[in-house]
Nanobody, 124 residues
Framework: QVQLVESGGGLVQAGGSLRLSCAAS????????MGWFRQAPGKEREFVAG????????NYADSVKGRFTISRDNAKNTVYLQMYGLNPDDTAVYYC?????????????????WGQGTQVTVSS
């Protein structure tokens, strides 16, 4: 059974930073593209960042470029999202997702597996 478990969310002041982690089990993590998405209250889920299974390529939503960094540790079956310069617009539930053999696409339909999410709240 595939499990993706996010952690690291919390309450932070504007300008602060957080690092999210997503631990994967039950899938071939090292050959899975991974993505982070988020969903704010009353809004649709949106792409944040993606990383290919070889970590050879990453892509980001324009709204987070230069502030967020996605990375992965295949030895630990874990993908990370380092977030700097947080602002209230970043408040959302953050989800990680896995796409076996995928490129870390921005399209949510590409992803087969999803975690339960972790809440990030940024106060002004």
């Amino acid at each position: 059974q595939v499990q993706l478990v996010e952690s690291g969310g919390g309450l932070v002041q504007a300008g602060g930073s957080l690092r999210l982690s997503c631990a994967a089990s039950g899938l071939a993590f090292s050959t899975s593209g991974m993505g982070w998405f988020r969903q704010a209250p009353g809004k649709e889920r949106e792409f944040v960042a993606g990383i290919s299974w070889r970590a050879s390529s990453t892509n980001y939503a324009d709204s987070v470029k230069g502030r967020f960094t996605i990375s992965r540790d295949n030895a630990k079956n874990t993908v990370y999202l380092q977030m700097y310069g947080l602002n209230p617009d970043d408040t959302a539930v953050y989800y990680c997702a896995a796409d076996p053999l995928g490129p870390g696409s921005s399209r949510s339909l590409q992803y087969d597996y999803w975690g339960q999410g972790t809440q990030v709240t940024v106060s002004s």
